[in-house]
Each structure stands twice: as C-alpha cells, then as structure tokens.
C-alpha cells in the first residue's frame, strides 16, 4: 500500500461541537447531535479508505466512538431493534479501524519513545520496525474492505435517518412517542449524573487501584465525556462548562498510559509467537520499559483525578 503519512486535516474534518437550544426536545437533540456525527463520519471516511493520511482513520474512530456513545444513551431509554443493530455493527466497525489506529500509535508514536533502550544496546526499531509494518498494512487493507461494505453503508444511512429525525417514523407506542418529547435538558442532566457517578464509583480507592482497573476508569471518563461535549450548551453556554469539560478530558489523558501498555502487550503477542533470543529479549525490555513508565505516571494521573473529583458538575448549575 501507499507510503503513510500524518499530516494536518481541514477543521472541518475534526469533531465539531454540538450547539443545542435550550428548549429543545429530545426528538430535536438527537437530530441536531445526528448532523454533526453524520457530517463528521462522511467527511473522513474516504481519507481513511484511501490510507495514506492516518488521520483518517483516527478521525473515523473519533466519529464511531461518539455514535456509539449517543446509541448507548437512546437505547437506555427508547428501546429499538434499529439502534441496537446499529449498535452492533458500528462495534465492528469501530472494532477494525481501531486495530489500524492501535498499529499508527505503536510505529508512531511508541516506537520512537523507546529509543532510550538503544543506550542498552536494544535495538527495538531495527527488530519491531519490519515486523509491525506488514501487520499495519494488513490492517489498512481490512479498513479498506470494511468501510467499503455493508456495514459502514447501513451506518451511514442510519445515521442520515436520526439526522433527518426519520428513525423515530417507525411504529412506535404511544408512550414511547410521548417520552421522545421530553425536553432535552431533563433527559442530559439524568444521564449525566449517571455517567458521572459511575465513574467516581470506578474510582474509588484510586491511589490503590491496578493498572487494569485504571484503564476501566478510563473507559468511564471517555462515555462521560462524549457525553458532556454532546448537552453542555444545554446547562452552560459559553464557557460556563469549560472547567468541568477540561478537567475530565485532563483525567482521561493522564491515564492514557495504561491504555498504552495494555494495547502494546496486545500488538507485541502478534508477532508470531516469536519469544526465541533477541526477539525475546526486546519485547521483554519494551514490556518493563513501558511498566516503568506507566508506575512513573500514576502520581500525576491521581492528581488530576482529584482535581477532576472536586469540579462542580456543569448540569445542576
């Protein structure tokens, strides 16, 4: 394939914020936050298809991740057999190009930062280099073939149908109908404070928790950030919501580290089973390396923690 590269992308081709009214329905929300995802998805998907701009896929991720995260707040509420075959597929989507992404961060970004183990006479990009490079390929192939597909074309129309409001057409009760009327402020507020707890409760305790546990953390900030970005002009227009948005995402980026050693562990075991010698060797070397560095990182993940922890939530101003 094409030689890769990563270069800058028009903003528009970025996430773009989501600009509610106050007195917007949840019928209007999801159509307004619809537009956005849609427009968002359409305007990268050939970049990543073409692979030669890794932004592309990472954009194509952003985009998935924040579909996903406005599915999993509809079906709480409005069960469908439609949102929850959206569910399923934009998960094997998501699933593929995540694969491509994961391989972009190790040869980018994860290699280079072990270049201190070469003073140890480790030669990790002259052992890792040619043996990540056809992996990734192979990833930007399934990309290719997936967003190509079936899949990524029934999630596109999906997504044209909520942005256009054309979803909620379908045969519905007469309760559910009515619950689509609620106003947008309300059903953001409950979800907030239910993503917002549930991450503090996976928190608890966060100096003694393990890296795994961390990383679940993790998981929990990113859902309640999607989800702010999605009705913090609700409850804060202007900048009323700027503290709470930037130190959730400030938590999220402090444990990313334990994000980066488990995904490492997971690409190194492609390898094909090659734990003989200097191959052996190295990974271990890259396996402590990142061990340390992710100990080295604990302290100040638990500080923004705590900061995050003290921030008045934006939504019972």
């Not at 094409?2 to 996430?15: F, K, L, Y």
């Not at 069960?79 to 694969?99: C, F, I, K, N, Q």
């Not at 990309?143 to 909620?168: K, N, P, S, Y």
Request: net charge positive; charged share 30%; with cysteine.
């Amino acid at each position: 394939m094409p030689d890769q590269v990563e270069t800058a992308i028009p903003d528009s081709h970025r996430a773009q914020p989501v600009e509610l009214d106050r007195d917007d329905t949840v019928r209007r929300a999801v159509v307004r936050i619809a537009r956005v995802l849609r427009d968002h998805l359409e305007a990268n998907l050939p970049v990543a298809m073409d692979g030669r701009n890794v932004e592309g896929v990472h954009q194509v991720r952003v985009a998935l991740r924040r579909f996903r995260a406005l599915l999993g707040l509809l079906r709480r509420d409005y069960p469908s057999a439609t949102l929850d075959e959206a569910a399923a597929r934009a998960r094997l989507l998501a699933r593929t190009v995540g694969e491509a992404r994961d391989w972009d961060v190790f040869l980018l970004e994860t290699l280079p930062g072990l270049s201190p183990l070469g003073r140890a006479g480790i030669n990790v990009a002259g052992l890792l280099l040619p043996r990540a490079n056809p992996l990734r390929d192979a990833a930007y192939d399934r990309v290719g073939q997936v967003l190509g597909g079936a899949d990524a074309e029934w999630t596109l129309h999906l997504t044209d149908r909520l942005a256009e409001g054309a979803l909620w057409d379908e045969a519905r009760s007469p309760a559910g109908l009515k619950a689509l009327e609620e106003p947008a402020a309300d059903f953001a507020a409950r979800h907030l404070a239910r993503l917002h707890r549930k991450a503090r409760r996976m928190g608890r305790g966060f100096a003694h928790l393990t890296p795994p546990e961390r990383h679940q953390v993790r998981l929990a900030l990113k859902k309640l950030r999607y989800a702010s970005e999605f009705f913090v002009t609700l409850h804060a227009p202007g900048q009323a919501g700027k503290p709470y948005l930037r130190r959730l995402a400030a938590a999220q980026a402090a444990l990313g580290m334990d994000s980066d050693v488990l995904t490492t562990g997971r690409l190194l075991e492609r390898f094909g089973g090659e734990t003989g010698g200097e191959m052996r060797h190295a990974v271990g070397a890259v396996t402590g390396f990142l061990c340390c560095r992710q100990d080295a990182t604990h302290e100040a993940a638990h500080r923004h923690w705590r900061k995050f922890r003290r921030t008045p939530v934006f939504w019972e101003a």
